[in-house]
């Protein structure tokens, strides 16, 4: 019964479970035993939830292991709602909020058998993108403990970067997912918008927000997807599209296709030379298996970061606005007129970074500046949108960096929020889109001595998750940068 | 009603404003009041610094020529997704008052609405 947990993949545990070389207990043991030796230095759970795991390990055991998943431990990040334990959004203002119901999405990997183990840290309310807005303290880089793991889902990146878990869920608003992953080694996948059922996530954008997995390899992101993915009555923008029924098979020839390459995604200089590196590679991987490569025009890409940061705060401020200190959160004790209840309850409960962004969306959305800046942003969205539909009519997928460059160090952008919002440029436009997006590892930057991964990322079209995934995997075979780990040494643990 | 800023530009003119920031911190205290926040002064001052450069980013989708597009206000282009209108079992009481900070039986419980300082 000694089936390794470190760096194992979803499939690789799944075979080993199905072949009786383990048990789900024995897999839950051992997965948390390893998050009790690392989490220390890497604050990638906010919370584990060991005794409810290990009661449904041995119910499944007993039951007989059956389903998908049967016995594949997971991680779910911290925003999504779960009747075992807290789900706190990494906020003061949820510390002790026990939901009442458990999300769609996680409602789906558990009847498929999937053990969740804990909760992982993020940016509070997922406002971030370096994992440093958590009021619970901050998430490292699993290959480098001083830098940080991107964000907002930076607790599920280093959670699977590190080799904790397999699998863990992220969101993504605009990035999420993909930039953690692409800072971490790890896939990160964002299907289209729709693709899965938001019940049960607490909301930043409803307009934009989309769950996916993180994962070690493409195939795993597949199942995981294949899980989660269709209409959900509870969420009523959930899509209602058939789901590709061979949408775990990623080893397929994805035939003859055409990679877009964005002139505009390759600014002049603003690159780390590893991700030009990474996506050239990535280009030949392409040719050397048959694909055309096109160059596309996205010509208002350079206005995502903008439009983006008025349409997704616009629409958090008024999603926050459920939180009063009334119904459930933190309440400011007390206060006996209602108003300031609501007002100090709020600014006590919210980090920074949550009230600037709650004050800027409700400043675009007040009367006299609503036409100027969220209308605006809404019409340049539909341009953004515009720019991809004439693209994909010429090509089967965009390949472009999924950041700008490696992982950055802890506290370097704190101070400046333009520039923290900047590291989003090559991920905002597919979410304003709402298209489907696949970051995969893409190689590594040297940088003082240590390696620290890259990303590319991968864009497709609305609901074509299982090309654009069978595209991903042409690149992973070509490469295989997955199989190279993080030193997690204790001798480079206690440095 | 006055949840209208001091400055009104409109998207033919939009937030330029060639001399001193995009927002103030009289403006800064105004949202915070329509938002239900409560920040310090000292917050008020950072915030206003901070917003006024994110504003000033913004402002370069000004320069889009927007002319006869429709707003996307979702990713996807659905509407009035309806299902039957039958009764489902909902969150019962205890269930529902389970993480309330303060209940009075089976009522949430809030300072006075009515009267001295209720409202906005």
């Known amino acids: ?495 | 009603m006055s949840d209208s800023a001091p400055t009104n530009p409109t998207e033919d003119q939009p937030a330029g404003h060639p001399a001193g920031p995009r927002i103030n911190e009289d403006q800064v205290r105004h949202v915070a009041r329509l938002a239900r926040l409560h920040p310090s002064a000292a917050q008020v001052t950072h915030f206003a610094h901070q917003l006024d450069a994110i504003l000033d980013y913004v402002d370069k989708l000004s320069g889009v020529d927007v002319q006869g597009v429709e707003p996307m206000p979702h990713a996807i282009d659905q509407v009035n997704i309806w299902r039957d209108d039958t009764p489902q079992p909902g969150l019962d009481v205890e269930a529902a008052l389970d993480n309330a900070p303060q209940r009075d039986g089976v009522f949430f419980a809030t300072p006075k609405v009515l009267g001295d300082g209720g409202g906005a």
């Not at chain 1, 830098?147 to 999420?176: K, N, Q």
Request: with cysteine.
């Open chain 1, 1 to 495: 019964m000694s089936v390794e947990v470190a760096f194992a993949t979803v499939a690789g545990l799944r075979g080993a479970l199905r072949a009786g070389e383990t048990s789900a207990e024995a897999l839950t043991q051992a997965t948390l035993a390893r998050i009790a030796e690392l989490n220390p230095h890497f604050g990638a759970f906010r919370e584990v939830i060991g005794d409810q795991a290990l009661a449904r390990a041995r119910g499944l055991d007993a039951a007989g292991l059956s389903g998908p998943l049967a016995g594949v431990p997971v991680a779910i990040k911290d925003c999504m709602c779960h009747v075992d334990g807290t789900t706190a959004c990494s906020s003061k203002m949820l510390e002790a909020y026990r939901s009442p119901f458990t999300a769609t999405a996680v409602e789906r990997l558990e009847a498929a058998g999937a053990v969740v183990v804990g909760k992982t840290a993020m940016d509070e309310f997922a406002m971030g993108s370096s994992c440093e807005n958590c009021a619970f303290g901050v998430t490292r880089n699993p290959w480098d403990r001083t830098r940080v793991p991107g964000g907002s889902s930076g607790g599920s990146a280093c959670a699977v970067g590190a080799g904790m878990v397999s699998a863990a869920l992220g969101s993504d608003t605009g990035g999420s997912i993909r930039q953690p992953a692409a800072l971490c080694g790890t896939v990160g996948f964002k299907p289209t918008y729709g693709r899965i059922s938001r019940w049960g996530l607490v909301a930043f954008a409803s307009s934009l927000d989309q769950i996916g997995p993180f994962t070690r390899t493409v195939e795993d992101a597949a199942l995981l997807s294949s899980v989660m993915f269709g209409k959900d009555p509870l969420d009523s923008t959930s899509a209602d599209v058939a789901v590709d029924d061979d949408l775990t098979q990623v080893e397929r020839d994805p035939g003859v296709v055409r990679i877009g390459l964005p002139k505009q995604y390759r600014l002049a200089g603003a690159n780390d030379p590893a991700v030009d590196a990474a996506v050239e590679r990535a280009q030949q991987a392409f040719e050397a298996a048959g694909a055309e490569l096109v160059e596309v025009d996205l010509p208002h890409t350079e206005y995502g970061i903008a439009t983006y940061y008025v349409v997704a705060t616009a629409e958090a401020s008024s999603n926050l606005a459920r939180f009063d200190g009334v119904h459930y959160g933190h309440r400011t004790p007390g206060v006996d007129d209602l108003v300031e209840l609501y007002s100090k309850s709020r600014s006590e409960g919210f980090g920074e970074e949550v009230q600037r962004r709650i004050m800027l969306g409700t400043y675009v959305l007040s009367a006299g500046y609503y036409d100027a800046y969220y209308n605006r942003a809404l019409k340049v969205r539909r341009l953004i949108r515009g720019d991809f539909d004439t693209a994909f009519e010429a090509v089967d997928a965009i390949l472009c960096p999924t950041t700008t460059g490696p992982a950055f160090e802890i506290g370097a952008k704190t101070d400046d929020p333009l520039a923290m919002y900047l590291n989003d440029v090559y991920t905002v436009p597919a979410s304003l889109a709402g298209l489907p997006a696949v970051s995969l590892p893409g190689g590594f930057a040297e940088v003082d001595g240590k390696p620290l991964p890259v990303g590319v990322q991968l864009i497709g079209r609305a609901f074509d998750e299982a090309r654009l995934l069978r595209l991903a995997r042409v690149l992973e075979r070509s490469a295989e940068h997955h199989k190279t780990r993080p030193d997690l040494t204790a001798a480079t643990l206690a440095g």
